[in-house]
């Protein structure tokens, strides 16, 4: 069974999906908090690619150019030089950027970003 287990008032229940049920018995849903990813050094938070990508080109990134594969090109991608493994991924839409491609950042450049709830 997959789910949240909740005890409240000495009864237990079984929440399926926290996210479209409500956790707490009052019947509103919680809400997640929306994330965004800041550069430590200036305390900025990243809004568009052209900021994100000149962060990275400073700490030693560079645009992965591929003319390969059709999907390569749905993608935003940089690496830290060729004799690492090292890849960072991103949709090609900021759109599409999403909490996971944040912390895929944070994870590779733990110094200079972090994710944090939106204000």
């Known amino acids: 069974m997959a789910g949240v287990w909740v005890f409240k008032d000495g009864v237990t229940r079984l929440v399926q999906n926290p996210l479209t049920e409500s956790v707490d018995g009052t019947g509103s ?3 997640r908090q929306k994330k965004v990813l800041v550069y430590l050094p200036t305390d900025e938070t990243i809004s568009n690619y052209e900021d994100l990508e000149e962060k990275l080109l400073k700490l030693g990134w ?15 991608q940089y690496h830290k030089s060729s004799c690492t493994l090292d890849l960072i991924s991103l949709p090609h839409n900021f759109a599409n950027f999403k909490t996971m491609h944040m912390y895929g950042i944070v994870v590779k ?3 200079a970003f972090e994710v944090r709830d939106a204000a």
């Open 29 to 31: 849903v919680a809400q």
């Open 62 to 76: 560079k645009p992965y150019l591929d003319g390969g594969d059709a999907a390569v090109h749905q993608l935003r």
């Open 109 to 111: 450049n733990r110094n």
